[in-house]
Every structure is written in structure tokens, then in C-alpha cells.
């Protein structure tokens, strides 16, 4: 069919295109004038020859030669184109029955007679029917003309008349035919005549040269090939239809010529309308019309022509663009229906299910734009089918492969979505049964068991499980294989497994509740004698009885109401140990709770990481995204997003499933981040590249590049969102293990967890420092030679130092300057803070290096006069001396804590080193009573500290220290001074005196003794047999008890109780009344004195003189 449409079309535009031709050819041939009058207007000037429009009796047309005395001066041209072109305007018809012609030459001579018809019997070019002569009216030339003509006539070769007047011109040709001037009444004016003339053959040369325009150009219709593409055809349209308005134009304008010139012929009518028009006249109104009326045929045929090529280019152009949209809509369609073959639909909680289910939707609100745009395609197609359109062989299994496509998305997108709905029904009434089994946990453990030792409160409690347990039926799942036979279309194996766990877990909970249940039906019975859990003596127990001791007594007091009371039917043992386990149950549902939080969000850190680095990572090495990148971004890819594929390959490959493989016992996961703690040390070269990524961010933040990337990934958040994840997480991790370590204590994995806990800390806090660290400025050495950071701060720092013996202090003594100490193994810098403009990380602030001490020559002054924020740090012998103050007095213990076992470290290692030392070289004799040197970093009250007094007034020393081994519910652990000036004049101590060289908790546990103290910091009870002190109680040491602990009265509140002897030190400060903490030996290098006259000093073994 489309075929034959094709053929009808190709035929009616040949057609059409041949009956132009014929029409244009016609024009083109017609009058094929060899002379136009503006050719010959000169010769025509002249007038010896006219063409007035008569006829003779037998209608020949008749040519007059008025009376022209040059005649014989003209040249034989001039006479033959004349006759040529007077000839050549009569018809055809008229042509052939010949001319006649009327010499009028009644002025002349006869020789001049002669010579003319000679001249006009050589020259006359058509078919000659008379020729009349007016001969000479005067008397001698009329009379040699009747003689000479009788001789001469042969001569002539034409039929010759001689007229001696007009009347006799009358009987050959009307008068009505002859001009005035020859005794009729024609009117003939010679200038309207050549006027009219040159009119009518300029309009026949514009018709004729119009015709060739429109047969050329219909030739160039008729053989155009139609062009492959739209673009192609829409510029062939464009020009065929301005060389078409062209031709009508050029069309219009002869018309209107035409019309004018007409009118102008015409016009003798128009004046008179009695007016007889001439032969000659008549013959050129009837050419004008002719002319006109092909014009008018030759633009009726063009214009059928034209409107079936235009309408072959337009069903060309709609093809093309139909073929186009084809290409681009089918394109569209390959790569929605690869998404949603790649698309997963399998989805393992609630949660994942409805985002799995919102991209979906995603996926189906795109489709849906590509399906109407396909759909918007073939119904198109139809329509240029039901046009009769050329190609419909073309179109037609177009339109039937994108049916079908659509057909397929469609069914595609219906049958996961199916899918997910069912899923999620599944997923949510297995949410919904876990939900009423936790809450039911929830319940069970909110119960308060005193409560339910009465009747009432246990009939109550009875009640509220009773009406719990009537929710069953509306939340949880009752028969397995229906559950799975209702859902087996989107069953998998985790599916299978949580169906398994939350039956399993219904059954616990029911079991629970079962339990429960007797328990309290059994309390809520009448009970005549209620068994109460007190001891069987009514008297007070000693005060001076230890925790352990008490413990016992109850267990032992106990056991004998047990075993007295046997006949009672409830006993509170059972009921304890019930309630331990609902404990432990509702305990395991909460590290389960946190074990589920650590994994899913693991699992969505690894989809973000993984989203970023394909999102945008890998779009930057994408050539046909280059042209969007900024010039700042090239070859700036690590520094943009780090090592963040290092971190998401651990993540993936390693750590993920490492956390999966403790699903099951959540209490043991920090054994997982203990076996991976020094991989997760990859967080810190992430934090510290992330100013630099920062910076480079907000350089690049507006360009296209990433809003094309981020409207690809249809992400509401920006790029530098996700480049803090990592951050975040790092973070993360350290809440989920306290979380998990509140709901683990007295499991297995207890230790670890609080050991993974304090690593991760760690870290965190090696990664502050290290984004301090790598902002100094101005160090001209190498930073990684000084050692591990272990603390960093910012103080006010005062300066003096000795010159000669006399103490210099700084200018700025009453100003301090502001100071950025970093504290690492080797050495301590001093620092100036700058604080920088910008925004985010452009505005951290950065240290500029102003001094440094090597921690083998500093010692310290833990207590500076006048502020209990002040320590000193001072190298030299004092010579120069730093004090420090800072922000709050538990900053300062701290420091002074750190500062003093890097101290004490290089103390031991210096004394190990000696000790060899003099082991090779010392004799093997026992007798031998020389000293041993012994380095120690203290210094006593003798000679040197009485020479210290002559240069400086003796500092007290208020409470200070901390113990680091303390609870962290502590507020500050202070303890008192120790005094720890050393004798310049002796060798040393050894080992065995020196008080650093044990364990300090164990030293000062063995000093502790009954008396009166003060206490400095607050502490709050852990247990109900503990005590809770304040700062500033007065609190009196009764008696040392079991596992280290001493009974403590409060002599403000009057309370008593237990604390640990290794928090007493810290806690407390001696009274002025009280005895000296002081060891038994009384030594001066053991001795904890609380003397106010001097400050603990620590100093470096540098500094010890042998």
C-alpha cells in the first residue's frame, strides 16, 4: 500500500511537472520576433514606412510609405529591417494573403518613384499583393510617369497600380482602412503606435523570460532527491519555498504589466466607446490576453506542482523527525529498561524495603516520562499513516516496537512494584511481631518486683500481661507455613531467616510471659505469712564490719530464714533469680538493639562511600564529563576526596563482615575492633587531608560538573556532605561501644569492649592532636624526630631566667603571652595561635613555632604560689623558667600527670642504662661498701633547696596531683605534695628508696592510716554501701576492710560507709590536726609529707649532678 502511494504521488508531481512545461514551452516558442520595435526605434522614427492597422478588400494588410524625400539617402538596412519587423506584427492568417503596400509619392519625381519600388522589390520580405503608387501630381512628372512606367513594369517584378489621386485609391481599399492623409477616416498617431508596440513586446519578453524561470525551476523540483536527516530537509524546504514565493512574485508583476498595458490599448474604447478599433489593434489586445491567460494557466499549474512537492518535503521532513524522536526516545527506553534489569528489589528490613521502594518510584516517575514521550511517538506515527503519508511502510513496525517496549517497562515496573509490596507486607508484619515481642520485653522489665510482693500489686502486674498478651492476635505471626506459602513469590533466604528469628523469638517471649504469669499467680494467691528478706538478728551490725564480711552475713542470714521457712509457698530466692534472668533477657535485647544499629548503618556508610566514589570520583576520569570540570579541579582528585577508597575497600572487604560475624553475640564485638584497630589508623590521613579537601570544595562548589553529578544521583545533599561521612563515622563507632558497654557489664566481652572503647578514644584523640599538629608553622626541623604527641592546649605562659645571679624577668611578667603547648615524647613546643578568615576549615587556626625545650633537660613544679591553675617548667638548673597556667586546675593535673611519666620514664630508662653500666664495671666483691649511683628526679629540702630560699621565697603547695587510675566519675583527683627536693651533695638513692620506682596506688595504699582528713574532690557512691563526699567534708578513716577498702564517716553528714582505698588519696588532703601520711621508715626520699613549705618538683635526670 505505501508503496503504491509512493508511485501515485511520483506520478501526479510528474504530471503536473510535465503540463508546466508544456505551458512554458509554449510561451517560450511563441512569437519568435526577430526584431523588437525598441531595437529598430530610430529606423521606426523616421516614418517612411507604417503599419496603420487597414486592410484591403480581401483583408491584406495594408503598409504605407508616406511621402519621404530621403528616401533614397536611406540606407538598405535601415529599409529591410523596417519591412522585416512591419511584416512580421500582422497574423499569420493575414501574412498569407499578402501585403498591399501604398507608395504615396504625388510630391516627387518620377525617378524617385523609380528607385523606390526598385528598392522595395529588392528588399520586401513578404508576400507582396499590390502595391498602389500615387504618382507626381504635376503635370510634366505625371505625364513621363504614365510613359516611363509602360516601359519600365517588367522591370518591377511585382503587380504595380499608378493612382493619380486618392478617389482612385478608394476602389482598392476602403477609406475607413486609409489614414486622413490619404483621404480616410483612420485615426493614426506613428508615437502611440511604436508606444503600444514597445509595450506589448517587452510584456511578451517578460512572460517568456518568466516561463523559462518556472520551467528551470520546476526542473530542479522535479529532480531533487529528498535528504536522509530533518536538518537536511528543513533547509531544502526553506529554500524551494523562497524560490517559489520568488516566482510568484515575478509572476504577479508580469500579470499586473499585462492588466496595465491592456488598459492603455483599450483606452481609445474607454474615451469613445463608438471608437473602431484597426485590425492591428485588435491583434494586440488579443495578444496581451493571450499572454495573460498563459500566465494565469502557467501559475495554476505551478502552483498544483509546487503544493504537491511542498507537501512530499513536509511528509519527508515529518518522517525524518519522526525517525529522529525514534532513535532518541528508543535510546531512552534501552537504558530505563537495563536500570530496571539491574535493579534489585530484594530488601532485608522495613526500612530498606520503603527506600528500595522510593527508588523504584523513582525509576517508575522517569519511566513514565519516557513512556509518554514514546507513546506521544507512536500515536504520531498513526497519524501520519491515517494522512496517507509516503513512508507508512517505514513507520508502521516503528510504531509496533515501541508498543511493545513500553508494554515491557511497564509489566517490568508493575511486577516489582508487586514485589516490593509484598515484601514490605511481609517485612512489616514481621517488624510488627518483633515490635510487640521487645515491648512485652520492655514490659516485663519495667515491672518492679517490690511491687509484686503484695497481693494487689501482683494481681495488678497479672493484669497488664493479661492485657498485653490479649494484643497477640492483632501483632504477631501464628502459622509458619501459611506465612511462607502467602509470600513464597518473594521469599530469599534472609527473608526465610528472619521469619525463623521472629517465631523464635515470639516463642522466648511467650515462654517469658508464661512464666511470668505463674510467678505472679502464685504471688497474687493469699499468703498468711509473707517470708520478708531481712537478717534473723534485729541488732545493728559493727560499723567497722567490711562489705565482704556484710555480704555474707546476709547470704548466711538468708539461708537460715530458707530453711526455717520452708512450708512458705512463695521464697524470695526464686523470684531473684527470676528477675536476674528477665534482666539479663531485656539486657540481651538491647546490646541486639545496638548490634542491628552498628550493622545497618555500616551497611548504608559503605552504599554512601561506594555511591560517592562511582558518583563522583569516577565521573572525574569520564571524558564526556571533562568539559564540565573547572581547570582548578584537574589532577586534584586525591586531594578532593582523600583516601577515601582505601577507607571503603577496608570497610567492604574487611570490616563489614568481620561486624557480621558477631551478629549473634553482640556482647564479643570488641574483639572485632580490637583485631582492627590499627587498620581503622587510616581515619586519621583522611582528617588530616580534609582541610585541603575543604578548601578545594569551596573553590569548586558551583560548577557544573558536580551539579550534574549530583542531579544524576538525585542526591539532596552536596558533595562536601559526603565528604564528611567518614568523620562522622569515625565518631560514631565510640557512642555504639559505650552504648553496647552500658548494656554488657558481667559479660564475656565486658574487658574488651571497655579496651576497644579507650582505643577508639584514642584515636579520635590522635587525630585532633595530629589536625593541630599539622598546622605549625615556622619548625625548621622535622616534627616526626620528636616523638608521639600526647597532649596539646592552649595556656598563659609567664617567662624568667637567670643572668649571673641575678633573676630576670620577662618585660610582658604581668601580661602573659598566649601559647600553644604541644607536648610530645622528646620535646615541648611553644606556640603561637593565629587564627585565620575564611570559612569551615579555611578559618582553623594554625601555630607559628615560637621556642622549644627537649624534654631530657625540663623539670616541673607542680604547684606555682598563688594559683592552684600554675605549674612551672624550667630546664637548667632553673636557670630558665616557664609558668604556666591553666584553663582549669583539671587541665593543669593532667599535664603535670603526662609531663611527670615522660619524666619518670626517662628516669627508668636512664637508671636501667646505669645500672648495667655499673654491673660490667663494679667489682663481684659483697664487701665492697661503696655508694650506688642512683639518677632520681627529686630533689629534697637540704642544701640545695635551702640555697634555692636565698633566690626565691619558698612556694606552698596546695593539693594538686591527679591519679590517673581513678573512676572517671571523679570530678579531680587530688593528692598531697610530696616532698622531693634532693641533696646536691649526695650520690643518690637506689632503687629501693626511690618512690617512683612502684606502682604510686600501692605505695600510697600501704601509707593510709586511721585519722582526720580533708577531702579535695567529690565522689559519688557506685553502690548503696558506698559513700558520697564533697569537697571541703572532714571525713575520719575508721578501719581498713577487704579488697581495699576503708570505712569512711562523713563528719558533716554523720553518714559512713565504704570507699576505696585507692580513691582516698586522691580525695583526700590532710587536716592541720591530722597525722603525717607518711611511710614507716621515715626516709627523706619516701616520705609523703604534706609540709606546706615546699612544692612537688620533678626534674629531668639531666639535671642530677653525680
Known sequence: MALNRVSQLCHEITRLWLQLKMLTDDIVQKDDTPRYAAEIGSELQKQFAILPGGRGMNGSPVIVFPEFPAFSELEEEEIQNVLSYLTSIPSVEASGVGFILVIDRRLDRWAAVRATLLRIAGSFPGNLHLVLVLRPTTLFQ??????????????????????????????YIDPGQLTKELGGTQEYCHDSWISHRTAIEAFALMVKTTAQTLQAFGTELAETELPNDAEATTNLLQTHTLKKDQMKEDLQVAQSQGRRLLECINEPLQTDPEYNMTHDELENVATVQRLLGQLDET?????????????????????????????????????????????????????????????????????????????????????????????????????????????????????????????????????????????????????????????????????????????AALHTLTDRS????????????????????????????????????????????KQTRPVQPVAPRPEVKSPHSSPNQERKERRYSADNVLSKKAESPVHNGGTRHAS????????????????????ETERAYVEELLCVLEGYAAEMD???????????????????????????????????????????????????????????????????????????????????????????????????????KPVQRITKYQLL????????????????????????????????????????????????????????????????????????KDLARFKPMQRHLFLHEKALLF????????????????????????MSAVGITENAKGDNKKFEIWCNSRDEVFIVQAPTPEIKTAWVNEIRKVLTQQLRACRDASQQKSSDSMSPNPTNNSPSISL??????????????EDKKTETAPTADSNSSSSPKHKGWNKVSLSVDASEENDGYSSGEDPMNSDPEDEVGKKLVPGKYTVVADCEKTGPQELSVKSGDMVQLIREGEEGQWFVKNLRTNKEGWVAAANLVSLLSESKSSQSLSSSDGSVSGNLSTSSSCSETYTSFSDIKP
Open 142 to 171: 505625371r505625364t513621363l510617369s504614365d510613359f516611363l512606367f509602360k516601359f519600365n513594369k517588367d522591370e518591377f517584378k511585382m503587380k504595380v497600380v499608378m493612382l493619380s489621386s486618392v478617389t482612385e485609391l478608394h476602389a
Open 299 to 471: 501559475e495554476t499549474a505551478f502552483d498544483d506542482f509546487w503544493e504537491r512537492h511542498r507537501a512530499k518535503l513536509e511528509q519527508c521532513l515529518q518522517l525524518r523527525h519522526f525517525e529522529q524522536h525514534f532513535r532518541e526516545v528508543r535510546g531512552q527506553l534501552d537504558v530505563m529498561l537495563e536500570r530496571l534489569s539491574g535493579f534489585s528489589e530484594v530488601s532485608v528490613n522495613p526500612a530498606h524495603a520503603e527506600h528500595v521502594l522510593r527508588e523504584l518510584s523513582g525509576h517508575e516517575d522517569k519511566a513514565r516520562d519516557v513512556l509518554d514521550l514514546a507513546l506521544s511517538l507512536v500515536s504520531e506515527g498513526d497519524r501520519l499513516i491515517e494522512n496517507s503519508h509516503y513512508a507508512e511502510d517505514s513507520i508502521r513496525p516503528k510504531c509496533t516496537e515501541l508498543r511493545g517496549v513500553c508494554e515491557e517497562i511497564t509489566s517490568t515496573l508493575r511486577s516489582k512494584k508487586s514485589f516490593l509490596l509484598r515484601a514490605m507486607e511481609l517485612h512489616h508484619s514481621l517488624d510488627k511481631a518483633s515490635r510487640w515481642c521487645e515491648e512485652g520485653i520492655f514490659l516485663l522489665a519495667s515491672q518492679p518486683v517490690d511491687r509484686c510482693q503484695s497481693q494487689d500489686g501482683a494481681e495488678a502486674a497479672l493484669q497488664e500481661l493479661e492485657r498485653y498478651l490479649d494484643t
Open 482 to 525: 501459611a506465612i511462607c506459602c502467602q509470600y513464597e513469590a518473594v521469599l530469599n533466604s534472609q527473608l526465610r531467616d528472619q521469619i525463623e528469628r521472629v517465631f523464635q523469638k515470639q516463642s522466648s517471649v511467650q515462654e517469658m510471659f508464661e512464666k511470668r504469669r505463674i510467678s505472679l499467680k502464685k504471688l497474687a494467691a
Open 580 to 599: 536476674l534472668s528477665e534482666e539479663e533477657e531485656n539486657l540481651a535485647v538491647l546490646r541486639r538493639h545496638v548490634m542491628n544499629e552498628l550493622l
Open 622 to 724: 569520564n571524558p564526556a564529563m571533562a568539559h564540565l570540570i573547572p581547570s582548578n579541579l584537574h589532577s586534584k582528585k586525591d586531594i578532593l576526596f582523600g583516601n577515601m577508597p582505601e577507607i571503603y575497600q577496608f570497610h567492604k572487604r574487611t570490616f563489614l563482615k568481620d561486624l557480621e560475624a558477631y551478629t549473634d553475640c553482640p556482647e564479643l564485638v570488641g574483639r572485632c575492633f580490637l583485631e582492627r584497630m590499627m587498620d581503622l589508623q587510616i581515619y586519621e590521613a583522611y582528617c588530616q587531608n580534609k582541610p585541603r579537601s575543604e578548601s578545594l570544595w569551596r573553590q569548586c562548589s558551583d560548577c557544573a560538573f558536580f551539579q550534574e553529578c549530583q542531579k544524576k544521583l538525585e542526591h539532596k545533599l552536596g558533595l562536601d556532605s559526603y565528604l564528611l
Open 737 to 808: 561501644l559505650k552504648e553496647m558497654l552500658k548494656y554488657s557489664k558481667g559479660c564475656d566481652g565486658c574487658d574488651d569492649l571497655q579496651e576497644a572503647l579507650s582505643s577508639i578514644l584514642g584515636i579520635l584523640k590522635a587525630v585532633n592532636d595530629s589536625m593541630h599538629l599539622i598546622a605549625i608553622t615556622g619548625y625548621e626541623g622535622n616534627l616526626s624526630e620528636l616523638g608521639r604527641l600526647l597532649m596539646q592546649g592552649s595556656f598563659s605562659v609567664w617567662t624568667e631566667h637567670k643572668k649571673g645571679h641575678a633573676k630576670v
Open 831 to 854: 606556640c603561637k595561635r593565629r587564627e585565620e578568615n575564611g570559612e569551615g576549615y579555611e578559618k582553623a587556626p594554625s601555630y607559628s613555632f615560637k621556642h622549644s625545650l627537649s
Open 936 to 949: 632520681s628526679p627529686f630533689r629534697n629540702s637540704g642544701q640545695k633547696n635551702q640555697k634555692k630560699q
